[in-house]
């Protein structure tokens, strides 16, 4: 009996991709872009802040990815009274052991929907962000590590903001992406309507990726290589965005390393071992949009910080994407 050469083949990491693609993809329809951005956070090791109006799929996006990975799905709506204790966990008096114990929140799942983040009091976000960025909370003076792969995706209402508390530029930075759902096409609205008709399709989803498949990604990403002279681009970016005279705050640090972070996990998506230019192009809005602070005269003029990277990325040059040859 012939047997298959491929059967014992790792699958590449380009395939593992497009099968969590596809999965979500059948939930959510005609968001192609949005899902891939979130697999890109998840993968690059950040989180994603989605800005939109309400109703546009962004908790089935969320429930879809947790579904498709087999990991926990939390949730946490926030309001105003909403306390740090109520995202991170609490420590009670178990009476019946004697004991002080600690109850998880719902930080501890694999993937977090932090459902109009800028409703909560900058306490409690700051409890969500601390967490993020340490993947770790401290309760009582212990320690509690969050397990990977973790993942927030935090929402916020751009049009409605009254009883909000926006987010102050320091903590979006701590955002790897900032993204926007979008309304569907007419085309996806109707296949919404027709395939949505009976319930939600997120409960007939299937997990299609393990969690130590991700925690791979995650380690593959990372040795995807970044020649020297797109190292140079990037530093040519950030150092332009902080002369840029629509820019009061420009291009941090960790903005370039976000950058850079990302780019690799596009590269590794789309079945390279190396970095090109038109990765960093392709992010740099997501990435770079929300870490930028306007000039006043900007804001007068009504000038957005997409408008200023679009002019850097045709500003700046970029280097040659072809090899050396020796």
Known sequence: MATDPTA??????????????????????????AIDLVLLGLIAEGHVLVEDVPGVG??????ALATSIDAPFGRVQFTPDLLPTDVVGVTVWNRQAERFEFRQGPIFAGIVLADEINRASPKTQSALLEAM????????????????????????????????????ESQLDRFLLRISMGYPSRDAELQILETHGDGDLVDALQPVVTAAQVNGLVAAARTVHLAPALQGYLVDLAHASRRHPHLAVGMSPRATLA????????????????????????????????????????????VSTLDVIADLLDTVPQPDPRPVSG
């Open 133 to 168: 960025a340490e993947r770790q909370v401290t309760v009582d003076g212990t320690t509690h590590v969050l397990a990977a792969p973790f993942l927030v995706i935090a929402t916020q209402n751009p049009i409605e903001h009254e009883g909000t508390y926006p987010l102050p």
């Open 259 to 302: 950058l850079q972070r990302v780019a690799r996990a596009r590269a590794a998506t789309r079945g390279r071992t190396f970095v090109v230019p038109d990765d960093i192009k392709a992010l740099a809005g997501p990435v770079l949009g929300h870490r930028m602070m306007r000039s006043p005269e900007a804001q007068v003029s009504q």
């Open 8 to 33: 014992d083949r790792p699958e590449s990491f380009a395939g593992i991709h497009g099968r969590l693609v596809d999965n979500i993809g059948r939930a959510i329809q005609g968001k192609a872009e």
């Open 58 to 63: 962004k908790t089935t996006l969320a429930k």
